[in-house]
């Protein structure tokens, strides 16, 4: 059974950065992907960005592209999100999940991801 723990949420200004953390264990194959949705009440989860474990293949939202960088340890099958330029709408929480999306155009597709962790909140706020 695959788990996921998400680790580094908090409270932070406008313009500041923060770096989430996901760790994946159990067993997983290639195309393993980690990604990153956030969620707001009343909204749908969406899609910030994902990484193939494997390659290192990245993908990104047009909202955080240029602003949020993800990377990830292949080895440790540990992926982290480097979110720099924080702006109060990226208050949310944040979900790491693992899965094998269908192909790089669903790679933000959360119906395409089966292990999810618990989430961690995210606040910019001044």
């Known amino acids: 059974q695959v788990q996921v723990v998400e680790s580094g949420g908090g409270l932070v200004q406008p313009g500041e950065s923060l770096r989430l953390s996901c760790a994946v264990s159990?067993?997983?194959?290639?195309?393993?992907?980690i990604g990153w949705f956030r969620q707001t009440p009343g909204k749908r989860r969406e899609g910030v960005s994902a990484i193939a474990l494997a390659d290192g293949r990245t993908f990104y939202a047009a909202s955080v592209k240029g602003r949020f960088s993800i990377s990830r340890d292949h080895v440790k099958k540990t992926a982290y999100l480097e979110m720099n330029s924080l702006k109060p709408e990226d208050t949310a929480i944040y979900f790491c999940?693992?899965?094998?999306?269908?192909?790089?155009?669903?790679?933000?597709?959360?119906?395409?991801?089966?292990?999810w962790g618990q989430g961690t909140q995210v606040t910019v706020s001044s």
């Open positions: 159990g067993f997983t194959y290639d195309p393993y992907h």
């Open positions: 999940a693992g899965g094998y999306p269908s192909g790089d155009y669903s790679a933000l597709w959360a119906s395409e991801y089966e292990d």
